[in-house]
């Protein structure tokens, strides 16, 4: 059997989050793999991976911060909000001032209600949006909080009658980077798209970890299962008669540990559960000690 655990892979540009999955089967040698958080299939980075027990903490690690380098055009739109769709709009962007871009960015910044793009993997009456749109069907979508933490400008280019932001966006679980682009643009009145995006992290997950399928190919790393749950989580300590409790499913008393996953370890430090505190109590969200 394949070890339990992440690994961390550079997800190379033109491939889905899917292909990459399919690939690791092959390479961990197990049909149990699965990733937390779609890629589209123009972005690179990290991509969390999960092989065996660890594919159920992927739900988990999913709803963890998330850092994106990006790259908006601003001056072109698009039907897809990025640099894969057709264009769908043109507007001269040789006025707009870096005094606007960052007051632009700046009302992007925080809290914010975002509208999903019209292609996206979101299920709108059972079919995915992505589906309907592109049967030319007009998707109505919901706006839903997200929110970013961070929206750095790290350079603002004129390029003739378009304008190229690079940018640095730390945000949570949810947010679609494509939208602040279309958003940004559209605050400023010449539409925007998304050119480049590349994924540094997921959690405490960064890219510095992570490895291209090439390298992957030459030696399958994983990162253990318990070293996984300790840098993403919480820990806790148990004694013997707790670790007997939490492996078959009871619950302990909450400690105040927060409100997220707590990963919670036996007296020899193996990985037991991931449990989660409700008012006095502790509940476990997976057991791993089978």
């Known amino acids: 059997m394949a070890e339990s655990g992440l690994i961390i892979v550079d997800k190379p540009g033109e491939w889905t989050s899917h292909d990459v999955v399919a690939r690791m089967r092959r390479l961990a040698g197990t049909r149990r793999v699965g990733h937390a958080g779609t890629l589209d299939p123009m972005a690179t980075g990290v991509l969390v991976v999960g092989v065996e027990k660890a594919t159920r903490l992927l739900g988990h690690l999913a709803l963890t911060e998330k850092v994106y380098e990006a790259g908006i055009r601003l001056g072109v739109s698009t039907n897809t909000d990025d640099a894969e769709g057709e264009v769908t709009a043109t507007a001269s962007a040789e006025g707009v001032t870096e005094a606007e871009v960052r007051k632009g960015v700046e009302a992007l910044t925080g809290e914010i209600l975002q509208i999903p793009p019209q292609v996206s993997a979101i299920k709108v009456n059972g079919q995915r949006a992505y589906k309907m749109a592109r049967a ?155």
């Open 136 to 290: 030319g069907e007009e998707v109505e979508l919901a706006a839903r909080p997200v929110t970013v933490h961070a929206f750095e400008v790290r350079a603002i280019r004129h390029e003739g009658a378009t304008v190229d932001v690079d940018a640095v966006i730390t945000c949570s679980s949810g947010t679609y980077i494509r939208a602040l682009a279309r958003d940004l643009g559209a605050a400023l009145g010449v539409g925007g798209h998304l050119t480049r995006l590349r994924r540094t992290r997921v959690g405490p997950y960064d890219v510095s970890m992570a490895r291209t399928l090439d390298q992957l190919a030459e030696e399958c790393v994983v990162l253990p299962i318990g070293e996984a749950v300790a840098a993403a989580f919480p820990r806790r300590d148990v004694t013997a008669e707790e670790a007997r409790v939490v492996a078959h499913g009871g619950r302990l008393p909450a400690l105040g540990l927060g409100p997220g996953p707590i990963g919670v370890f036996g007296p020899g430090g193996e990985l037991l559960a991931l449990v989660e505190e409700s008012g006095r109590t502790a509940r476990p969200l997976a057991v791993f000690a089978n």
